[in-house]
C-alpha cells in the first residue's frame, strides 16, 4: 500500500531529527508568543522556508493639510502614532508650511489628531499655540521642528509620561527632547543630549528591558568611499549621556550594486528606520518587554539617476534578537511600498512608529506623498492636475503577520530546537486556507514521541486564526509538559505558520 502523505512527512521528521538532536539548554518561552520571523525556532525543516507577508495599503486619506491654519501646507514624514490605554488612537503629524520660495523658508509644526476607530480622525482645537494671530488650531508642537516620534517612557514621572525628540533648525539645538503628561502639553526638558553625530532623520527612542537603558536609532552618515545614510544605535540610562554606538543597518554590497553610483553617492541609502520590540506593541504596559524580537522597518530612499532622482522612498524589513544584528527579510523586496501612479503616496513612503494592535490586526500608519525627495517646488509631481498631494494613510496586516514558515502544497515539516514552557495549552497562528492542513506533535528531550502527544494521536488543524488551538485525540491540556525540555513538530501542508503561544 503506498504510504500516506503523512507517514512520508512523519519518516522524514524522524529522519531529520536524528541528525540534529544535540544536548543544549532549552529556550525557556515561558507562556511569551513566539514569531517565525528567522530561524530561531527552527532547529530543523523539510519543505518549509520563511516568506514574509506585506500588508494591504488602503488607499484613504486619514489626515491631509486641511484646516485654515494648515492652509498651502503639507503633511510631512516625521509623524507619529500611539494607541492610548482608554482605546484612542493618537497621531502627532509633522506639518510644513511654506513661508517663501527657498528650501528652508517654511514653518515646521507637529499638530494633533485623535480617532475612537483610527480611521476618523478630529483635529481638536486646543488652544495652546497662536498661529497667523489665532489659538484656534490643533499644534501642540510650535516652531521650526523636524517633526517629532512620540514613545511612553515606562520609568518616567506622570507629568513626563510622554516623550519625543526632533531635530531642530535652530542652531544651537542638535536634538531638543520634549515630554508631557497628556501628549499635548509639551515642555523642553532636554535641549541637547550628549551625543556626537548626526540626528537629521526621524530618531526612535524607546526602553530596552532587555538591556535595562534606553536604546536610541538615529542616522549614521558614511562618505568614502561612497557617500550614504546608515543608521545606528546608542544606548543611555538617562537620555542625557548616550554610549555603546554601534551601525546597525547600511547599504550592503547588493544594495550598492544595483546601479551605477552617482557622483559617489550610493544608488540608495537608508534616510531613517522605524524600530520597535514585538510583541510589545501592545497596551503601555506591554512596551518593556525584556525579549522578543526587534522589527525594523528601514526607509530606503533610492537616488541612483543624476541629480538625484528618482528621488523615491520605500520600506524594507529587517529583524533582530539583540537590537543590534539585524537580518535582511523578504529576498529584499518592498515590505511597504509607493502606491498607484497619481494617488497621494505615488512617490514617497515613510511608515510611522509603531504599529497599532486592533483586534486581530497590525495597523501600520504611514504619511505619503506624491512627489519625490529631490524635485524642487514647482516641478510637477506625477499626479493628473500637477498638484503637490500628501496625507497619512495605513495599512493592514494579520496579527504577527510580517513572516511565516511556509510549507508548499507539497508538504513540509518543522522540528523546533529544545523548549521548555509554562500554561495549560499550546495555540498557533496559523492558516491553512481551504485545502491546507497542520498537526503538532511534541517529542521529548530523547527524540522520542511522548505518549499522548504523538502525530498519530494529532487532530489536524485546518483554518486561519491568530489563536488556533491545538489538540491530541480531542484534548488541548499540556500541562504535565511544563517545564520539560521537549521539542514540538509541525508536519504541514500549503499553509502559513506565523507564531506559536502557550497560555494559561
Known amino acids: 500500500m503506498r504510504a500516506t502523505w503523512i507517514q512520508l512527512c512523519y519518516l522524514g521528521l524522524l529522519a531529520c531529527l536524528a541528525t540534529t538532536i544535540a544536548r543544549a539548554d532549552p529556550i525557556d ?26 500588508p494591504h495599503q488602503t488607499g484613504e486619506v486619514l489626515i491631509a493639510a486641511d484646516q485654515p491654519h494648515e492652509k498651502g501646507g503639507h503633511v510631512s514624514v516625521y509623524s507619529s502614532v500611539l494607541k492610548d490605554n482608554d482605546g484612542r488612537i493618537r497621531i502627532w503629524y509633522d506639518l510644513v508650511t511654506p513661508t517663501g520660495s527657498g528650501p528652508w523658508d517654511h514653518e515646521r509644526r507637529v499638530c494633533y489628531a485623535e480617532s475612537d476607530d483610527g480611521i476618523r480622525f478630529t483635529k481638536p482645537e486646543l488652544g495652546l499655540h497662536e498661529v497667523d494671530g489665532s489659538t484656534a488650531n490643533n499644534v501642540v508642537l510650535p516652531g521650526v521642528i523636524g517633526g517629532c516620534a512620540v514613545w511612553l517612557d515606562p520609568n518616567a514621572p506622570p507629568e513626563q509620561r510622554f516623550r519625543t525628540q526632533a531635530k531642530s ?48 536609532y538615529t542616522r549614521d552618515r558614511i562618505r568614502s568611499p561612497l557617500s550614504y545614510r546608515a ?28 546601479y551605477e553610483a552617482s ?23 506591554d512596551r518593556t518587554v525584556d525579549d522578543g524580537v526587534y522589527i525594523m522597518l528601514a526607509q530606503a530612499f533610492w537616488h541612483w ?79 493628473p492636475d500637477g498638484k503637490r498631494l500628501s496625507a497619512i494613510s495605513r495599512a493592514i496586516m494579520r496579527l504577527d503577520g510580517f513572516v511565516s514558515a511556509a510549507a508548499p502544497y507539497e508538504g513540509g515539516e518543522l522540528v523546533t530546537p529544545l523548549i521548555q514552557f509554562e500554561g495549560n495549552r499550546l495555540e ?34 485546518n483554518g486561519n486564526s491568530v489563536k488556533m488551538p491545538v489538540s491530541w485525540n480531542g484534548r488541548q491540556d499540556v500541562r504535565s509538559l511544563a517545564g520539560q525540555p521537549l521539542r514540538l513538530r509541525f508536519v504541514m501542508r500549503d499553509c502559513n505558520l506565523y507564531a506559536f503561544q502557550f497560555v494559561e
Open 29 to 54: 518561552v515561558g507562556t511569551r508568543k513566539q514569531l517565525f520571523v528567522d530561524g530561531k525556532f527552527i532547529e530543523s525543516a523539510h519543505g518549509v522556508e520563511l516568506v514574509m507577508h506585506t
Open 169 to 216: 533648525y535652530h542652531p544651537t539645538r542638535a536634538l531638543p527632547m520634549h515630554s508631557s503628561p497628556d501628549g499635548l502639553r509639551w515642555d523642553l526638558f532636554l535641549e541637547r543630549p550628549n551625543l556626537t553625530g548626526p540626528t537629521d532623520t526621524q530618531t526612535i527612542i524607546f526602553w530596552d528591558a532587555a538591556v535595562q537603558r534606553y536604546a536610541m
Open 231 to 258: 543608521v545606528r544605535r546608542l544606548e543611555s540610562d538617562d537620555l542625557k549621556e548616550w554610549d555603546c554606538e554601534s551601525r546597525v543597518f547600511e547599504p550592503d554590497e547588493a544594495d550598492l550594486g544595483t
Open 263 to 285: 557622483a559617489g553617492v550610493a544608488p540608495v541609502d537608508y534616510y531613517g528606520a522605524t524600530v520597535f520590540k514585538y510583541p510589545g506593541v501592545g497596551s503601555e504596559e
Open 305 to 383: 539617476m543624476p541629480r538625484g532622482a528618482p528621488g523615491t522612498r520605500d520600506v524594507r524589513l529587517a529583524v533582530s534578537r539583540d537590537g543590534r544584528d539585524f537580518q535582511r527579510v523578504g529576498s529584499r523586496k518592498p515590505f511597504l511600498g509607493p502606491g498607484p501612479a497619481g494617488r497621494f503616496d505615488s512617490q514617497q513612503i515613510w511608515i510611522m512608529p509603531d504599529p497599532i494592535v486592533m483586534g486581530d490586526e497590525l495597523w501600520l500608519y504611514y504619511a505619503g506623498m506624491n512627489w519625490n525627495r529631490v524635485s524642487p517646488p514647482g516641478v510637477d509631481p506625477q499626479a
Open 428 to 461: 498557533l497562528n496559523v492558516d491553512t486556507s481551504g485545502g491546507g492542513a497542520l498537526k503538532v506533535e511534541i517529542v521529548g528531550e530523547d527524540g522520542n514521541p511522548i505518549r499522548g502527544f504523538a502525530v498519530s494521536e494529532a487532530d489536524w488543524i
